[in-house]
C-alpha cells in the first residue's frame, strides 16, 4: 500500500501443505493489490518444522514432490481465467473459471527450491521462471552454496537455452547493513556467478540483534548493492 517499485513474495510457499485453489485467489489478489508486483516461490518445505512435522502433513519428499508439480499445474490453470478442470493422483478440479486473471501477463513469475546438483530437481525449477537453488551433499543433507555452484548452474542453464524474459537465479544470505564494503564482498562474487536476486534473510538478526527491532533497523538500512 505504501511502495510503487517493490516486489513482494513469500521467502516460500510449500504447495504440498497448501489447498492451490485457495493460493490462486490469495495470489491474485495480492497482484491486484499491488498493480503486478508480487511474485511466488514455492518449494517442498522443512519437515522438521511443527507445520508438518506435528500435525500429519505428508513428509515423504517424493510424494511432496509430486503434489507440488500437480500444485503449481493448477495453480497456473486456474490464473488462466478460463475453464479448466484437472484430475491428478493428489488434486481433482472440476470445471471452473477463476475471475479476474493476474495483473501479470502470462502470469506471476514462479520461482522454485531445486536441490543442485540433482537434476530431476533442477528440471523441475527450469520449467518456471526462476530458481533457488540450496546445495543437497550426496547424504541428503544441506550445504551453503558457493560462487563456484552457481557458476555450475548458470553453465547448465546456458545449455536449456531458457526462453526470454531472463531466467532468475536466486540466492538467500545474510549481510551487515552497516558495512557496506563487507556486504559487497559476500554478494559480488555471487552476482558476478549469475545470482541475478539477493534475498536478505533475517534469521540471525531476529535471534541475535534485537528481534523485531532489530529486523526493523536491518530493513531501514537497506539492501546490500554492488556497484
Sequence with gaps: MCTERVRLGTMVTPLSRR????VARETVTLDHLSHGRLILPVGLGAVTEGG???VG??????????MLDEALAVLTGLWSGQPFSYSGQHYQVQEMTFLP??????RIPIWVIGAWPRMQSIRRALRWDG??????????TFAQMMPADIQGLKALLEDYHLPSPPFDIVLEGETPGGDCARADSIVRPFAQAGVTWWLEDL????E?????EG???RIQQGPPRVD
Excluded at 19 to 22: H, L, Q
Excluded at 208 to 212: A, F, H, I, N, S
Aim: charged content about 30%; glycine content about 6%; aromatic content about 6%.
Design 52 to 54: 508438518f512435522a506435528k
Design 57 to 66: 502433513e505428508e513428509a515423504d519428499r517424493k510424494v511432496r514432490a509430486a
Design 131 to 140: 530458481i533457488l537453488p540450496i546445495k543437497m551433499l550426496e547424504d541428503g
Design 215 to 217: 529486523m526493523r533497523r
Design 101 to 106: 486473471p493476474p495483473v501479470q501477463t502470462p
Design 208 to 212: 541475535t540483534q534485537g528481534g523485531l
Design 19 to 22: 489447498r492451490p485453489w485457495k
Design 203 to 206: 534469521w540471525t538478526t531476529q
